[in-house]
């Protein structure tokens, strides 16, 4: 299943505020645009390969919902959202072998709004050199988000993910070190695994998709052009 997501926000102090567009399939991201940079970023580098899309198309439809929002907070009198706070997963990419490269794993998981921190720390010590994915959609209409550590497992190091939404009094800190490794959780390994999956199995669909839709806006384009 292939779907377009898109959403904007602000608080009620400030009219300007954080949105995403992306594609996604099967809930894992094919790609996002980046509304700063105003360019689009690959989940994977190798779908680069496979189709294009215009960011301006993203922005345009970025605008309309920022103008959409305005109306629904008049209408609603500014009720804010409910603050639902995430449940929090720690666990390695791979099986657990000291001083063998891994990658740490922090998920968080069903929260609303889409406004979250996720922050490492190693042995006291905030560490700065992570990477992040965008906000992606549930079900649910809440929010899931990874954030990755690279890391060479050793039985003195300890890492925590801390966590800070506005649904939780207080950060939410989960902790991991190699004495309490455990198999990865069904629900996390699905996640994690979909994409990989995604990738060997639908490529070849997503690329006919794209250039099929592309190829059909090309044709409409050319109709409506004037003589």
């Not at 400030?14 to 995403?20: D, F, I, L, T, V």
């Not at 996604?24 to 991201?29: C, F, G, K, V």
């Not at 890391?151 to 300890?158: G, Q, Y």
Request: glycine residues 6%; charged residues 25%; proline residues 8%.
């Amino acid at each position: 299943m292939i779907s377009q997501v898109a959403f904007v926000q602000r608080s009620l102090t400030s009219e300007k505020g954080p949105g995403e567009y992306s594609y996604n399939i099967n809930a894992d991201e094919l790609f996002h645009v980046d509304l700063e940079l105003k360019d689009i970023v690959w989940r994977l580098p190798r779908f680069r390969d496979l189709s294009t899309y215009p960011a301006e198309s993203a922005l345009r439809n970025i605008a309309v919902l920022r103008s959409n929002l305005e109306i629904l907070m008049r209408r609603s009198n500014n009720t804010p959202v409910e603050n639902v706070p995430p449940k929090v997963t720690l666990y390695p990419e791979k099986p657990v072998e000291l001083g063998e490269p891994n990658v740490l794993v922090c998920l968080a998981d069903g929260f609303l709004p889409p406004v979250i921190s996720l922050t490492w720390v190693k042995n006291g010590q905030e560490v700065k050199d992570t990477e992040e994915t965008d906000f992606y959609p549930n079900k649910d209409h809440s929010f899931r988000k990874f954030s990755y550590l690279t890391f060479v497992p050793n039985a003195e190091d300890i890492y925590y993910c801390r966590v800070e939404h506005w649904g939780l009094a207080q950060p939410l800190t989960k902790e991991w070190n190699p004495n309490m490794a455990e198999p990865l959780p069904e629900t996390a390994e699905s996640v994690v695994c979909g994409l990989g999956l995604v990738v060997g199995v639908v490529g070849i669909i997503v690329g006919t998709v794209f250039f099929i839709k592309g190829r059909r806006n090309n044709e409409a384009n050319v109709r409506r052009r004037p003589m």
